[in-house]
């Protein structure tokens, strides 16, 4: 079981940057795939990046590549993203997964999911 928890969600405005984080429980973090997924409002939920469990291998939407950057800490059980740039289009509730796939790029390949935390992006 892993519990996960977000944090360093909030309003900015376009062109700003935010970082967000989670933290987990559970002794086995370093085990899963790491990723951050997003939905707006109305829209399905959608991959945004992750950081595989070993190997440190990452990966990114194309809609965020060359702005956002995953990093992940096993020995405090945490994983972040830092968004640069920040558009409006970004505006969406962020969650954090746990995966035991390598590549967590769907939904229906997360194990875990946090409560999620709010990013609105005004323009």
């Known amino acids: 079981q892993v519990q996960l928890v977000e944090s360093g969600g909030g309003l900015v405005q376009a062109g700003g940057s935010l970082r967000l984080s989670c933290s987990a429980s559970?002794?086995?973090?370093?085990?899963?795939?790491m990723a951050w997924f997003r939905q707006a409002p109305g829209k399905a939920r959608e991959f945004v990046s992750y950081f595989g469990a070993s190997g440190g291998s990452t990966a990114y939407a194309s809609s965020v590549k060359g702005r956002f950057t995953i990093s992940r800490d096993n020995a405090k059980n945490t994983v972040s993203l830092q968004m640069n740039s920040l558009k409006p289009e970004d505006t969406a509730v962020y969650y954090c997964a746990a995966s035991l796939s390598l590549a967590a790029t769907a939904p229906l390949l997360v194990n875990y999911w946090g409560q999620g935390t709010q990013v609105t992006v005004s323009s």
């Open positions: 559970g002794r086995t973090f370093s085990s899963y795939t």
